[in-house]
């Protein structure tokens, strides 16, 4: 019998009491006073001239780790908060709170950074030959490089202090923005204030009319607001365009390549290799569109189901369904996903307040991982919860690495959440009990291949483009509404009836400060976890440790060495990409084959 599983996340067992929780007080309140300490400590330690002196360097970097742990704690329950309660004012304090907690733990690592740089290289090459310091070579000798890149220490923290009110006070703007909006429909003789969150679920109904509807709405709303979401969007771009200038930077996309440790070569051969393959993908939006009966998509058709085989899947088949996939791979990855579930790590039940989309966070002290989404039923809903579990396990298998060796690029990352939603994706395939349900989600398969080839290659070419503008100043709403729509029709080849212009302001990975250029990296690693996946075909069992091996390696390699290490594969040549790409290409000659007339 299926077990009934919650939908509703426990956050009790990292902090009891919510917002309000007196234990997560005392927490921040030990922590702030830890940081300000260390800093003082820092403020009067010189640079290390003799090798006795090099164990203060490594009783520091224990330190540093130790609170990088509670920072990012307290930053994940920040988020979780937030997340499950755009109305919550007293979690909003909290974030505002630990960012500057962040912001302080930045000046701490610059300090660090001063004195790593400080050392002569006999010195150094001694300290990363000490034992305690060898599993830490590779993400020292990162910051080190990362240091000469920038400016001066003095100047770094005064710009980590400048950017919690002047650059990460326009995120924190823009999701309180979209937290108090919401959209009405009529529904049943009586009308309904949906989230955002709830309406972009209805714009994948099986219903045009109803996708349609709801679209139509859904560009209203964000319209209704796009001046603010242009203030937001063009400050924090301001901010970023200024600083790379302060520190000598003249290509904007440096910060998100060193971030994601790759070379630009990769990211342009990846692209290169998707544009001459954008045909195959036509082809496929083009019989989608003779199914739907339509003589082109819309922007709203694209992700709509083609049969009336596309049946809800409760929440608790969906975790039974994922349980066993992952077990066809691996039994540790079942397991672990088995005591997600089990203990409520996932928040996935469907009310208004929660924000839009879905994420996975971790609590390193707790060495716990939390998923957040809004589960619907639907074949994208259970791949999203699969995705996010493999973002979960991709942590579970690091939680006994040091600190600083845990901390892989978004790339990588997304490369073990793409694996295990495709894990699921295809077992389901296969096993379709009849023809309808076949070709329905090998579609909603496809779906996700167009998000990534096409979607987010229109973010990319929009948010190159707005970087390139915003240098020469503000980027008016009218601009932005037309770079977007440009993006899109170069990216989906012109293949569409219609678009999102507002896009910019409806995607929250615009206006997110962490981590700019928040798209390609989905792509990398949706092609290199196909590289992964057709591995693990080929070597069934026997895969799964060296799947491990490559997981816990992704906190302290360039993905280039990556891919050498562990797969033997060369990520500047388009050889890779054209194997990775060719395998969804069979599914669209597959989902061709399968629905001639």
Known sequence: MTKTHRQVWDLEAIFPG???????????????EDITQFQKDLDGKTVPKSEDELFSIVHVLVRAQEISKRVRESGAFVSCLTAQNTKDEDAKLLTGRVKQLSSSYSSVMTSIDELLLGLDENLWSTLTDLNEIKPLVFNLEERRKMAKDKLPG?????????????YHAWGDMYNTI????????????????????????????????????MTGKWEKAWGDEAELFANTLNHLGGFRLQTYKERGWDDFLKEPLDINRMQKQTLEVMWDTI????????????????????????????????????EEVSYDDAADMIVDQFRSFSPKMADFAQKAFDERWIEAESRSDKRPGGFCTSFPVKEQSRIFMTYDGSASNVATLA????????????????????????????????????????????QAATHEAKVQLLDDKLNRSIA?????????????????????????VHRLNEMMLEAQKEAYCDELGSYSPHFWASKLHFHITGVPFYNFPYTFGYLFSMGIYARAEEEGAAFEERYVDLLRDTGRMQVEDLAQKHLGEDLTSPEFWQKAIDLVARDVDTFIDLTDK
């Open 387 to 430: 995705h996010e579990l493999g973002h979960a396990y991709h942590q579970h298998v690091m939680n006994d690495l040091p600190q600083m060796a845990q901390r892989y690029a978004m790339n990588v990352a997304e490369t073990a959440s793409t694996f295990a939603e495709m894990i699921v994706a295809d077992a389901t395939v296969k």
């Open 18 to 32: 919510g917002s309000e929780s007196e234990r997560f007080q005392a927490f921040l309140a030990a922590l702030e």
């Open 154 to 166: 003095d100047k770094e923290k005064l710009i980590q202090g400048l950017s919690v009110d002047g």
């Open 452 to 476: 990534f080839f096409m979607n987010i290659h229109s973010r990319f070419l929009f948010e190159t483009r707005f970087y390139e503008e915003r240098k020469q100043g503000l980027v008016s």
């Open 275 to 310: 544009e001459k393959n954008k045909p195959v993908f036509t082809k496929y939006l083009r019989r989608k569109a003779e199914m739907l009966g339509l003589e082109r998509l819309d922007w709203t058709d694209v992700g709509a189901p083609v049969t009336n085989a596309a």
């Open 178 to 213: 979209v937290g108090r909006m919401s959209i009405e429909v009529e529904e049943d003789g009586e009308t309904k204030q949906l989230s955002v969150g709830q309406a972009a679920n209805r714009m994948s109904s099986k219903d045009r009319e109803t996708r349609q509807l």
